[in-house]
């Protein structure tokens, strides 16, 4: 508590620390959305197309299929 109000005060907030933070946040953003992306589809999304940018993982049950 004491580093927060020490942050708002205007005291020497270390740098490492924000970027940390701030690269563990587009890291969370960028895997999740990976994972989203590569779910099954909720009902009605069936058709649509995945964006190209995206790796495709196959599951174990698509691997006992093909």
Request: no cysteine.
């Amino acid at each position: 508590m004491y580093l927060l109000l020490e942050a708002a005060a205007g005291g020497n907030f270390p740098l490492a620390f924000v970027a940390v933070y701030f690269i563990g946040f587009i890291a969370a953003v960028t895997i999740g959305s990976i994972a989203w992306y590569n779910s099954k589809r909720p009902p009605g999304w069936e058709d649509k197309d995945r964006p190209d940018f995206l790796p495709k993982i196959e599951s174990d049950e698509e691997k006992t299929d093909s």
